[in-house]
């Protein structure tokens, strides 16, 4: 049976597009299947000057596109209060809490609370200070504090962040939420790897070549031109994204599916991973930055972009590990803006063959393909296995074919928002899809070598075009070791 949740949830920054978009669309959701029935609340706070009625009225307006009646939406917005406040305004806190307090004695919330910091990061440790020393800080239940990205700039800020936040709340209170982790085909890694002895007999350094992923968006900037312009593709999409669906292809097996177990696991993979001099960081990253190409201007012509900027929007780079079970073989990764269409998805190339039998007797110049498992993230959920066999016909030719399987549309409606999924688990504790400090602490270590490296050295901007998969350095780097990507323009 579905499990009611609990709660008082308190939005900072409740007047922002994630919150309209995502958030209580997620919301909602959970409402619609149970998991929120009649005994929680929502304040949402910014410094908008807002009324309750016109804050219920965007809510309202921001679920409007999922199936519901006007008597359920309003019936969901009941549940909903505003406050309009400064965060720098430390006494005004009190008003806060009184709101909290009436939301938690009129819906029996039993003293939960989620405090949900979906603003400018430069803010999370002020927050989480204030919530402490004003008495937001419930005394009977329980009190999690879940942060949007980006969890600082570099590892001296994270950490400084960090230790900001851990003054109010301990480690397993802290919810980082990275939308990826909430993703089906993500989280289906662990069942594939650990629930088929068939896969994870094989997944190691003896039959693995290596191991590829794409994460490419087919959009430019768009209107976050002023926010990307401080971040790019290294710090938007590798250092969090990238790096925590790495940690899972590369984590060993836990003791048990649990989010303690999970973590450490993850953790040792992260501590193993070979941080570059700043010399093996040029061998084995490249960046780039788009062109204007038939539609469209460059980059640095898009509207909040400073003249000349040397921001990259597209990475690509090679990643290796120090440990028994993944030495010598090299994971892959790219990620950009304005390529070819928008794709997630994990590539994992196994070793061919030593000695390929059937090229003898046919003097034939075709040769085995290697067999790869593909995990599709999005836009399709499934997986792939391309393996070798027989051509139809006379003669004894091969061919490689492809085993698959998608979901279906069916499947597909069943499947919660990220979101949604990481909102739930927030509520019950469930830190297993929340990145830990430890993971984002050898995250940035790792990147920033990279990122220190590139400040100093001048780029030759732009240097690919859109509806490309990035500058030719990225299949360079590839070709240096003798491989190529397996997804291209020619093989989608």
Do not use: C, M
């Given at each position: 049976m579905t499990k009611e949740n609990i709660a008082v949830f308190t939005f900072f920054g409740a007047?922002?597009?994630?919150a309209k978009r995502k958030l209580y669309p997620s919301l909602f959701k959970l409402y619609q299947k149970g998991y929120l029935k009649e005994r929680f609340g929502v304040l949402g706070t910014s410094r908008a000057d807002w009324s309750t009625d016109q804050f219920k009225d965007v809510v309202k307006e921001s679920i409007s596109g999922l199936e519901s009646s006007a008597e359920?939406?309003?019936?969901?917005?009941?549940?909903?209060?505003?406050?309009?406040?400064?965060?720098?305004?430390q006494p005004h806190y009190s008003v806060l809490l009184d709101a909290i307090k009436e939301l938690d004695e009129r819906?029996?919330?039993?003293?939960n609370r989620v405090f949900y910091l979906s603003m400018a990061p430069n803010f999370f440790g002020e927050i989480a200070l204030n919530i402490k020393s004003q008495g937001l800080i419930s005394d009977n239940g329980y009190n999690r504090l879940v942060i949007e990205k980006p969890f600082?700039?570099?590892?001296?800020?994270?950490?400084?962040l960090n230790d900001e936040l851990t003054l109010t709340f301990d480690e397993d209170q802290i919810f980082r939420i990275d939308h990826y982790l909430g993703k089906e085909m993500i989280q289906n890694i662990e069942a594939l790897r650990f629930g088929n002895t068939i896969i994870e007999s094989l997944w190691n350094n003896r039959y693995i070549d290596n191991v590829q992923i794409t994460l490419s968006e087919s959009l430019g900037v768009e209107e976050r031109a002023s926010y990307y312009d401080t971040s790019g593709a290294l710090r938007d999409m590798v250092q969090n994204h990238i790096m925590q669906i790495i940690s899972q292809l590369a984590m060993e097996q836990p003791v048990a599916f649990t989010d303690a177990d999970v973590r450490v696991e993850k953790v040792k993979a992260l501590r193993s991973l070979r941080v570059y001099s700043a010399v093996e960081a040029a061998g084995n990253f490249v960046r780039g930055q788009y062109a204007a190409g038939d539609e469209g201007v460059d980059y640095r012509d898009e509207d909040g972009v400073p003249e000349g900027s040397n921001n990259e929007t597209f990475v690509a780079g090679k990643l290796l590990f120090d440990n028994y079970r993944w030495s010598g073989v090299p994971f892959y990764i790219r990620t950009g803006k304005k390529l070819a269409d928008k794709s997630t998805r994990i590539d994992v190339v196994f070793k061919k063959p030593l000695i390929d039998i059937f090229a003898?007797?046919?003097q034939s110049d075709a040769t085995l393909s290697a067999n790869v498992l593909t995990i599709y993230v999005e836009p399709k959920n499934g997986f792939a296995l391309t393996v070798n066999a027989k051509s139809a016909g006379q003669g004894f030719e091969t061919e490689p074919v492809k085993l698959d399987f998608y979901q279906d549309e069916k499947s597909e409606k069943d499947v919660p928002e990220p979101y949604e999924r990481l909102m739930h688990d927030a509520m019950e504790g469930n830190s297993t899809n929340f990145a830990?400090?430890?993971?984002?602490?050898?995250?940035?270590?790792?990147v920033d070598v990279i990122r220190r490296l590139w400040d100093i050295e001048e780029p030759h901007f732009p240097n690919y075009l859109p509806g490309s998969m990035g500058?030719?350095?990225s299949d360079e780097l590839l070709e240096r070791d003798g491989r190529s990507w397996v997804y291209k323009l020619d093989n989608k």
């Open positions: 007047t922002g597009d994630l359920e939406a309003d019936k969901f917005a009941s549940h909903f209060e505003y406050v309009a406040h400064d965060v720098t305004d819906f029996d919330a039993q003293g600082g700039r570099d590892y001296k800020s994270a950490k400084k003898f007797p046919q830990s400090w430890s993971e984002v602490a050898y995250a940035w270590k790792f500058p030719k350095a």
